[in-house]
């Protein structure tokens, strides 16, 4: 049964296609339409080329539709550009260097996240006064970073680094937020450490996400709803208890299928 919430992301009938008027051109979707609904965890899973990053590469901004709308909380964002999308939509990358600065320190890290969306005038960037805040914001990973703040981030384990990139990502207040393969990098332990922190904090600010992720397993055991994209559409879109019905071994038998079907 399909979530009745109100829609928090809508991309409706979207055309988009690579390298148009080239032997390579490639058209990913057509007509495609898609929502996410307020409060919902979403997984998306798929083969390569599926559409799963262009759908979050729409939705950020990174990408533009040849034709067709996005909204987000109805109001219509084709046309606006990615900085002013991110100051509601929240990104951590499969790269913790795309959120976050490895030659800057944890505290350099935090006072810029924590800057978002203001003026920046002649003032101090690093906010003294905040430290203790900060270090109780990190004490709640279980980590260790709280005693790190003077460590430059390009000097953590990747784990740290993403849990990191994860909390400056809700640092302030968003409605969105993407999760792109934000494990995939990750050795089995620290995947399972950032995906228990992922979870806490959706649940804790009450925030709708969307995760991509080759990970089957943590796109059965989390979230609301899970996708299955192939060729630029919604192969598969189960909701709640219906979304439990599938399991590891239920999407390995899809995936067989769709490679049979493509002559793999």
């Known amino acids: 049964?399909?979530?009745?919430?109100?829609?928090?992301?809508?991309?409706?009938?979207?055309?988009?296609?690579?390298?148009?008027?080239?032997?390579?051109?490639?058209?990913?979707?057509?007509?495609?339409?898609?929502?996410?609904?307020?409060?919902?965890?979403?997984?998306?899973?798929?083969?390569?080329?599926?559409?799963?990053?262009?759908?979050?590469?729409?939705?950020?901004g990174t990408l533009n539709p040849e034709s067709g709308h996005i909204l987000l909380d109805g109001k219509d964002i084709t046309k606006m550009p990615e900085f002013k999308?991110?100051?509601?939509?929240?990104?951590?990358?499969?790269?913790?260097?795309?959120?976050?600065?490895?030659?800057?320190?944890?505290?350099?890290?935090?006072?810029?996240?924590?800057?978002k969306g203001k003026a920046y005038g002649l003032r101090r960037g690093v906010n003294q006064a905040k430290k203790e805040e900060y270090r109780t914001l990190l004490s709640q990973l279980h980590m260790g970073l709280e005693d790190k703040l003077?460590?430059?981030?390009?000097?953590?384990?990747?784990?740290?680094?993403q849990a990191l990139a994860l909390l400056i990502a809700t640092m302030t207040p968003i409605d969105l937020l993407i999760l792109d393969e934000h494990t995939a990098a990750l050795d089995p332990k620290s995947s399972e450490t950032v995906m228990d922190l992922t979870l806490k904090t959706i649940e804790e600010k009450n925030l709708t996400a969307l995760m991509v992720t080759h990970n089957l397993r943590f796109a059965t055991d989390y979230g609301t709803r899970i996708v299955m994209m192939h060729e630029g559409r919604a192969h598969l879109d189960s909701y709640g208890r219906d979304k439990a019905e599938y399991d590891v071994d239920y999407l390995l038998k899809e995936f067989t299928e769709i490679s049979i079907e493509l002559g793999n």
Do not use: H
């Open 85 to 115: 999308r991110s100051q509601r939509i929240g990104r951590v990358f499969q790269n913790p260097a795309k959120g976050t600065c490895p030659d800057l320190t944890i505290l350099e890290n935090l006072s810029l996240a924590d800057n």
């Open 1 to 60: 049964m399909a979530n009745t919430a109100a829609p928090l992301v809508e991309l409706k009938n979207i055309d988009l296609t690579f390298n148009p008027g080239t032997v390579n051109e490639t058209c990913l979707f057509r007509d495609f339409n898609f929502r996410v609904d307020r409060g919902e965890f979403v997984s998306v899973v798929g083969s390569n080329g599926s559409g799963k990053t262009s759908m979050l590469n729409l939705i950020c």
């Open 150 to 161: 003077d460590v430059a981030v390009g000097s953590l384990s990747g784990g740290q680094r």
